[in-house]
């Protein structure tokens, strides 16, 4: 029953924001808004939510780029919000999401950088590009190197991609430490499965990097931030 009523509250909001942006009315302070109301959803249902590190933002000029590891639909739905309404966000994304009824309507209207997940090269150009683009006009971007949702942090499948754009754009990287898997994964629709209120929802926002040579250093130290962070959630 927590799951139906949770994932039903979920649907409705998206179709009702879904129609004002098809009509071009939908603002990125609504998304910010409804993220926040679906976080009250899971809280309602049992899950504790723990939001730490908003004050390495308090002085971070945007845009920049906000390199996560990924568990569950539900930080596609709820990261602006957490992020706050200072910095305007997009997300790389499958391109597939876009076709998604309603939600790819909400997608779409964020200006994403869509990718195919069949061609790495192509793949990682498109991401370079178009997200140089978005970060020369003020919008932050949102990678999660992963590309698939894990449950267990694996550093090895951690790429490098958000670090390379944030060196291209010469901006800062943002790590985000998140765990999710209170939303689980659906047996029959991927994105809604099973809620879970005995897990709790953590969001821990690290300092901003600024990247050196390479950015190996970088890269290493958000692994590193991300797995102690877990480690917390987890404890």
């Known amino acids: 029953m927590i799951t139906l009523r949770l994932h039903t509250n979920v649907i409705k909001k998206i179709i009702l924001s879904a129609f004002k ?9 609504e998304l910010v808004i409804d993220g926040l109301k679906i976080l009250d959803m899971m809280r309602d249902v049992g899950c504790k939510v723990t939001i730490e590190g908003k004050e390495n933002l308090k002085d971070l000029k945007p845009p920049c780029v906000f390199i996560a590891n990924h568990m569950s ?3 596609t739905l709820v990261l602006p919000a957490v992020i706050g309404k200072e910095f305007k966000v997009t997300f790389v994304v499958k391109k597939s999401l876009l076709k998604y009824p309603f939600f790819g309507k909400i ?6 950088i869509p990718v195919t997940r069949k ?3 192509e793949d990682y150009r498109i991401v370079i590009q178009d997200g140089f683009k978005r970060l020369q006009e003020g919008i932050s971007v949102i990678v999660f190197p992963q590309a698939t949702r894990e449950i267990v942090f694996e550093p090895s499948r951690f790429n490098t991609l958000g670090i390379k ?3 291209k754009a010469n901006v800062p990287a943002v790590p985000i430490a998140l765990r999710t898997d209170a939303w689980g994964v659906g047996k029959i629709i991927k994105d809604f499965g099973k809620i ?3 897990k709790p929802i953590c969001f821990f926002i690290g300092k901003p990097l600024y990247i050196e040579n390479k950015g190996i250093k970088e890269h290493l130290q958000i692994i590193e931030f991300i797995e102690h962070s ?3 959630c987890y404890n």
């Open 165 to 167: 754009l944030a060196k």
């Open 196 to 198: 879970d209120p005995t």
């Open 119 to 121: 061609n790495p090269k």
């Open 73 to 75: 639909t539900l930080e």
């Open 107 to 112: 997608l779409a209207a964020l200006k994403p």
């Open 21 to 29: 942006a098809n009509r071009g009315k939908y603002t990125y302070e």
């Open 230 to 232: 877990l480690r917390k």
